[in-house]
C-alpha cells in the first residue's frame, strides 16, 4: 500500500470502526474550536474575511459561524479563519500544528450540504485530524523548519480527508482530491503575527473541501500524490528527512487523543511560561508594581516564534513572551479581554513589558514535547525572589488543566457574539451530537437569533 492509498483508506474509516477512546476527545474539541470560532467571527479579522465572503463566495447552504450563511467554500475558508482568528485553538502536542481550524469548518461544511447526522459529522472530523496527524508528522520537524506553517499544509489533508469522509468519494476520486488539494497546499510562518496567519487554517479548509467537489466531478490528479521522488513527502521535506511510516501505519495513539486546548489566546509555545506565572502571582499575592524584574527562560526553538518583543498590536502580542507575561502580571490571567490594540499598547502594560527579559537554553527540559517548557523567575522590589517552571504545554495530555477553565472559556468565547444563555444552549446541543439525526440544529444556534 502507498502513502496516498494509505490516506484514502484513512479516509472512508465507518465511524463503528474508530476506536472509542477517540469519541470523547473529538467532542470536547468540537466544543473547544466552535467557541473560539464564534469569538473570531467579531474578532477585525473575522470581519475582513465575512466581507469578502459576502462578496465572492455569498450563498445560503452553509453556516458562517456566529454569522449568517454562505456558500459551501466561503464557509470553509471563513470558519477557518474564525477559528484561528485569535489563536487560541487546539495544538496536538507532539507537533506544532492546528488541526481543528482547518478540519472542523470543512467537515461543517461538508456535512450541511449532504444532510449529514452528527455521528457522520465526528466520525469525519476524527478522520480528517488524523489525516493531519499523520502527514504532519511524515514531514515534520523539516517541513516545519523550513518555513512552512503545517497548520496550513499538512492541515489541507486534514480537511480533504474529512470532506471526502462525508460526500462518500470512491476511493479513485478520495485519491484525485488528495491530489488536487496537496498542489493547493501552502502557508508560511513568516506571515506570523499578521492577519494571514489564520487565513491559513482558512485556505486549508477552503482548499480541502474544494478538492473533494471538483474530484465529485470527476476533474483529475495525480492519484500517488504523496509518493515517489517528486511526491508531496519528498517535495515538503527536501533534506529528504520524509518518513511514510506514519502514514502507512499511524502513530501510538490516534491524533484527537493528542490534541491539547489552549487556555490563552496566544501562540502555545508563551503558555508554560503564562501559567507559571499565574501561579507565581496567585500564590503570593503579587500585584504588577511590586514585581520589578521578571526572567523566562524557554527552549531555544521558541526563539523563531517569539518575534515580536516589544508587540504593536495584539496579532503581534501573541507571538510576544514579553507582553503575554506582562498581561498575566498585570491581570492576574490572560484571555480575550487581554489581547486587544488597546490593552497591548496601554502604558500601564508598556511598563511591565519594560521589565520582562528573555533567555533561552538549548533543548530545556529535554527535546519532547516540542520544547513547550518554562522556567519563570520574578524579583519585588522588597527583594524577594520567587520562581516557578511549567515542562509542558498546560492544556495539553500530559499537563491536563480543570474542567471549570474550559467551561469559562467557552462561556467567554461565545457569550459575547451569541448572548448569555448561547453557551449553555450549545452545550445541550453537543452533548447529544452523536445521536443526532442533523447537524441543522447545532448550525442554527452558532448563528445569531
Given at each position: 500500500?502507498?502513502?496516498?492509498?494509505?490516506?484514502?483508506?484513512?479516509?472512508?474509516?465507518?465511524?463503528?470502526?474508530?476506536?472509542?477512546?477517540?469519541?470523547?476527545?473529538?467532542?470536547?474539541?468540537?466544543?473547544?474550536?466552535?467557541?473560539?470560532?464564534?469569538?473570531?467571527?467579531?474578532?477585525?479579522?473575522?470581519?475582513?474575511?465575512?466581507s469578502?465572503?459576502?462578496?465572492?463566495?455569498?450563498?445560503?447552504?452553509?453556516?458562517?459561524?456566529?454569522?449568517?450563511?454562505?456558500?459551501?467554500?466561503?464557509?470553509?475558508?471563513?470558519?477557518?479563519?474564525?477559528?484561528h482568528?485569535?489563536?487560541?485553538?487546539?495544538t496536538?502536542?507532539?507537533?506544532?500544528?492546528?488541526?481543528?481550524?482547518?478540519?472542523?469548518p470543512?467537515?461543517?461544511?461538508?456535512?450541511?450540504?449532504?444532510?449529514?447526522?452528527?455521528?457522520?459529522?465526528?466520525?469525519?472530523?476524527?478522520?480528517g485530524?488524523?489525516?493531519?496527524?499523520?502527514?504532519?508528522?511524515?514531514?515534520?520537524?523539516?517541513?516545519?523548519?523550513?518555513?512552512?506553517?503545517?497548520?496550513?499544509?499538512?492541515g489541507?489533508?486534514?480537511?480533504?480527508?474529512?470532506?471526502a469522509?462525508?460526500?462518500?468519494?470512491?476511493?479513485?476520486?478520495?485519491?484525485?482530491?488528495?491530489?488536487?488539494?496537496?498542489?493547493?497546499?501552502?502557508?508560511?510562518?513568516?506571515?506570523?503575527?499578521?492577519?494571514?496567519?489564520?487565513?491559513?487554517?482558512?485556505?486549508?479548509?477552503?482548499?480541502?473541501?474544494?478538492?473533494?467537489?471538483?474530484?465529485?466531478?470527476?476533474?483529475?490528479?495525480?492519484?500517488?500524490?504523496?509518493?515517489?521522488?517528486?511526491?508531496?513527502?519528498?517535495?515538503?521535506?527536501?533534506?529528504?528527512?520524509?518518513?511514510?511510516?506514519?502514514?502507512?501505519?499511524?502513530?501510538?495513539?490516534?491524533?484527537?487523543?493528542?490534541?491539547?486546548?489552549k487556555?490563552?489566546?496566544?501562540?502555545?509555545?508563551?503558555?508554560?511560561?503564562?501559567?507559571?506565572?499565574?501561579?507565581?502571582?496567585?500564590?503570593?499575592?503579587?500585584?504588577?508594581?511590586?514585581?520589578?524584574?521578571?526572567?523566562?527562560?524557554?527552549?531555544?526553538?521558541?526563539?523563531?516564534?517569539?518575534?515580536?518583543?516589544?508587540?504593536?498590536?495584539?496579532?503581534?502580542?501573541k507571538?510576544?513572551?514579553?507582553?503575554?507575561?506582562?498581561?498575566?502580571?498585570?491581570?492576574?490571567?490572560a484571555?480575550?479581554?487581554?489581547?486587544?490594540?488597546?490593552?497591548?499598547?496601554?502604558?500601564?502594560?508598556?511598563?511591565?513589558?519594560?521589565?520582562?527579559?528573555?533567555?533561552?537554553?538549548?533543548?530545556?527540559?529535554?527535546?519532547e514535547?516540542?520544547?513547550?517548557?518554562?522556567?519563570?523567575?520574578?524579583?519585588?522590589?522588597a527583594?524577594?525572589?520567587?520562581?516557578?517552571?511549567?515542562?509542558?504545554?498546560?492544556?495539553?495530555?500530559?499537563?491536563?488543566?480543570?474542567?471549570?477553565?474550559?467551561?469559562?472559556?467557552?462561556a467567554?468565547?461565545?457569550?459575547?457574539?451569541?448572548?448569555?444563555?448561547?453557551?449553555d444552549?450549545?452545550?445541550?446541543?453537543?452533548?447529544?451530537?452523536?445521536?443526532?439525526?442533523?447537524?441543522?440544529?447545532?448550525?442554527?444556534?452558532?448563528?445569531?437569533?
Amino acid at each position: 500500500m502507498s502513502a496516498t492509498d494509505a490516506l484514502v483508506a484513512l479516509s472512508a474509516t465507518p465511524f463503528d470502526e474508530l476506536p472509542t477512546e477517540t469519541h470523547e476527545p473529538a467532542l470536547a474539541s468540537i466544543r473547544d474550536v466552535l467557541g473560539v470560532a464564534i469569538y473570531g467571527a467579531s474578532h477585525p479579522v473575522g470581519d475582513r474575511i465575512a466581507s469578502y465572503v459576502a462578496s465572492a463566495a455569498p450563498g445560503e447552504g452553509a453556516t458562517l459561524l456566529g454569522r449568517g450563511t454562505a456558500s459551501a467554500p466561503g464557509a470553509a475558508l471563513a470558519n477557518g479563519c474564525f477559528a484561528h482568528a485569535i489563536d487560541y485553538d487546539d495544538t496536538f502536542e507532539s507537533m506544532v500544528l492546528h488541526p481543528s481550524a482547518p478540519v472542523f469548518p470543512a467537515a461543517l461544511a461538508a456535512a450541511e450540504a449532504t444532510a449529514a447526522s452528527g455521528r457522520a459529522l465526528v466520525g469525519a472530523y476524527i478522520v480528517g485530524v488524523e489525516a493531519a496527524y499523520r502527514v504532519g508528522h511524515s514531514i515534520y520537524p523539516s517541513h516545519y523548519d523550513q518555513g512552512w506553517h503545517l497548520t496550513g499544509t499538512a492541515g489541507t489533508f486534514g480537511a480533504t480527508a474529512a470532506a471526502a469522509a462525508l460526500h462518500g468519494l470512491s476511493a479513485t476520486e478520495t485519491a484525485h482530491a488528495f491530489g488536487i488539494a496537496a498542489s493547493g497546499s501552502s502557508a508560511l510562518k513568516k506571515n506570523f503575527g499578521s492577519m494571514t496567519k489564520p487565513l491559513h487554517p482558512g485556505h486549508a479548509a477552503q482548499t480541502g473541501l474544494r478538492a473533494v467537489l471538483l474530484a465529485a466531478q470527476g476533474f483529475t490528479a495525480d492519484p500517488e500524490i504523496m509518493d515517489g521522488s517528486m511526491g508531496y513527502g519528498m517535495v515538503m521535506s527536501p533534506d529528504g528527512s520524509y518518513d511514510p511510516t506514519p502514514v502507512l501505519e499511524g502513530r501510538e495513539h490516534w491524533g484527537v487523543c493528542d490534541l491539547g486546548f489552549k487556555p490563552y489566546p496566544s501562540g502555545v509555545i508563551s503558555h508554560a511560561a503564562m501559567e507559571a506565572t499565574r501561579r507565581l502571582v496567585a500564590t503570593h499575592e503579587l500585584t504588577p508594581d511590586e514585581v520589578t524584574d521578571v526572567t523566562v527562560t524557554l527552549d531555544e526553538a521558541a526563539s523563531e516564534m517569539l518575534i515580536h518583543a516589544t508587540p504593536e498590536n495584539e496579532l503581534q502580542a501573541k507571538f510576544s513572551i514579553e507582553f503575554c507575561l506582562a498581561a498575566v502580571l498585570r491581570a492576574g490571567d490572560a484571555g480575550v479581554a487581554q489581547f486587544t490594540d488597546e490593552y497591548v499598547t496601554a502604558p500601564a502594560t508598556r511598563a511591565i513589558i519594560e521589565r520582562v527579559e528573555r533567555a533561552f537554553e538549548p533543548s530545556l527540559f529535554g527535546e519532547e514535547f516540542a520544547g513547550y517548557g518554562a522556567r519563570v523567575s520574578l524579583e519585588t522590589a522588597a527583594g524577594e525572589q520567587y520562581s516557578a517552571e511549567e515542562r509542558r504545554a498546560p492544556g495539553s495530555p500530559s499537563n491536563p488543566l480543570p474542567g471549570a477553565r474550559w467551561e469559562a472559556k467557552f462561556a467567554d468565547c461565545v457569550s459575547p457574539v451569541l448572548g448569555e444563555e448561547a453557551p449553555d444552549r450549545l452545550l445541550r446541543i453537543l452533548d447529544g451530537l452523536l445521536e443526532a439525526d442533523s447537524v441543522a440544529p447545532l448550525c442554527a444556534a452558532t448563528r445569531p437569533a
